[in-house]
């Protein structure tokens, strides 16, 4: 069986006059279904290029990236797009909750996208927002709701097309800690369920809730392996940074 995530020696190069800047230099990662994979590093390191790749909302430079055991090279925008509808589920640090839509209508809106009838649209919501205990709220604004309870809503808008990765970007960073942690209780339920997740973060704190860390620095994995085996190499990251 294929891993539902394969990357493959890949970089990511910029080019700023002369210079070659490498986002990614060379990585190589899998994911499995049912993982809970936090992927940490400081800004600048290159988590954000990896998400976004991972994502197909970009492309590497050189490199293989299989999803599912398909190179993603080999699909045409429209294919893409229809990954990103279908396969992937997004959770945002600022929620991107469209402001004049209904709680029930931003969850349905990549439904909408996706070809399902408005019936279906309508179930699927409901069935999201249940989940995330936020049904009595399908008919509110988002502007009616507070910080942890839309970031519950851009749960649910990921969950409700049954992705087959999850894929939260600093999920808890406009949030203060209390509700943070509600978040990522929700997420690790998810996991619990047999969802794949895959966790963006710059927070020691909140990378070791996942069950494997994948550390990248400067563009290149610098360790891969249980949340409890990260903690020497973030503490020699910190010193680093006190250093610097």
């Given amino acids: 069986m294929p891993h539902l995530i394969e990357m493959k020696d890949i ?16 990585i190589s990662l899998t994911i499995d279904k049912g993982e809970f994979v936090a992927i940490v ?28 055991g398909r190179d993603i090279s080999r699909y045409s925008d429209d294919e893409l797009a229809m990954v990103r509808n279908k396969m992937l589920g997004f959770i945002f640090q600022q929620y991107n909750l469209l402001p004049k839509l209904s709680v029930e209508e931003n969850v349905a809106l990549p439904l909408l996208y996706g070809g399902y009838s408005d019936r279906e649209q309508k179930k699927r919501a409901h069935a999201a927002l249940k989940k995330v205990g936020l049904e009595t709220k399908a ?22 097309g049954d992705p087959s990765v999850i894929l939260a970007d600093e999920p808890t960073g406009a949030l203060d800690s209390r509700t943070g942690r509600e978040v990522m209780t929700f997420l690790r339920n998810l996991n619990k369920e047999g969802n794949t997740i895959v966790l963006i973060t710059h927070d020691n704190s ?27 190499v973030a503490m020699q990251e910190r010193a680093g940074e006190e250093e610097a």
């Fill in 41 to 68: 590093g400081q800004s600048g390191s290159g988590k954000s290029t990896c998400m976004n790749i991972i994502g197909c909302l970009d492309v590497p430079t050189r490199g293989v990236y299989k999803l599912n």
């Fill in 206 to 232: 909140i990378a070791a809730q996942a069950k494997r860390i994948v550390r990248i620095t400067d563009g290149r994995i610098v360790y891969d392996g249980p949340t409890s085996g990260d903690k020497i």
């Fill in 11 to 26: 970089y990511k190069i910029y080019h700023m006059g002369d210079t070659e800047i490498h986002a990614l230099d060379g």
């Fill in 139 to 160: 008919k509110n604004l988002p502007t009616q709701l507070s910080g942890g309870q839309q970031q519950r809503v851009s749960i649910a808008r990921a969950l409700a």
